[in-house]
């Protein structure tokens, strides 16, 4: 990646999806990413609704995206098509949902280069590569679905990484299905993998290949790990067991949002 170019992406960001992950993605790769957060109230206005998730939170979340240098939040200076005055950039990228003639107008007026991504450009969700880590640290684990990935993963990933490098073994499609009943997952294997790759906190997203509560047991003894981490919600299927079998120090997190934010569950966001 080349750090000499500045690179904005100005989006809405209140249910963040792996198309939003992707269009980040992709845009790093052209230099060093900034993104711009829009206030509540400018978005609430051009929608009609309330957002469902408020700024700080949003923020929060952008933060911990591997992809993202830093977030920006927008002051009144500017308008949903514009970018603030004090905000210098060598390239505002865009997806074509999000494109427009104004957008387009503004960046060639300020002589900013203007570049949109297709559909087809930002199609696919491309396994994360391992992030780096320093040697000697611990490996610790954790299982789980990930299905409406949110704020309260985010702080659950930031909370384990603190123990060591923090490997994500997500459920395969089949095992969430005969856990968790019909209509489960609503994303495939392959998006989920993506979606918590993508979190600087996270070391490797890997989906699972076993069965049951521990389908995580392949990757598991595969892995060695010295730490497998739980919410308090996860603490049940016989993990504590497990681990006390293979000598792998067993830790139970408790569900605690990050400061100022609301606490959020998957199950509640979904509505089943």
């Known amino acids: 990646m080349s750090s000499s170019k500045k690179i904005i992406v100005s989006g809405r960001f209140d249910d963040i999806k792996s198309s939003d992950l992707r269009l980040l993605e992709e845009a790093s ?45 927008a002051d009144g200076s500017a308008n949903f098509d514009t970018l603030p005055k004090n905000l ?67 702080r659950f990933t930031e909370e384990a990484s603190a123990y060591g490098d923090l490997y994500i073994c997500l459920g395969n499609d089949a095992n969430v299905l005969l856990l968790k009943g019909p209509g489960h997952p609503l994303l495939t294997q392959e998006e989920r993998r993506y979606v918590a790759g993508s979190i600087k906190y996270v070391k490797q997203a890997l989906i699972t290949t076993g069965s049951g509560w521990v389908d995580a047991d392949p990757e598991i003894r595969r892995l060695k790990p010295d730490i497998y981490v739980v919410n308090e919600d996860g603490d049940k299927g016989g993990k504590r067991e497990y681990c006390q079998q293979l000598g792998i120090e067993y830790l139970v997190l408790k569900r605690t949002p990050a400061p100022g934010l609301p606490k959020r569950s998957s199950t509640d966001l979904r509505g089943f």
């Open 29 to 73: 790769k052209l230099g060093e990413l900034i993104v711009l957060l829009w206030p509540d109230a400018t978005l609430e206005k051009i929608a009609g609704k309330a957002l469902k998730f408020p700024l700080a939170e949003r923020k929060y979340f952008l933060n911990a995206v591997r992809y993202v240098s830093r977030v920006v939040e």
């Open 88 to 154: 210098r950039c060598d390239l505002w990228v865009d997806c074509e949902t999000n494109a427009n003639a104004s957008r387009k107008k503004f960046a060639a007026e300020n002589k900013t280069a203007y570049r949109v991504f297709s559909a087809d450009e930002l199609k696919g969700f491309p396994e994360p590569p391992p992030m780096p880590s320093a040697p000697g640290k611990k490996k610790v684990i954790a299982t789980g679905c990930y299905d409406w990935f949110h704020s309260g993963h985010v």
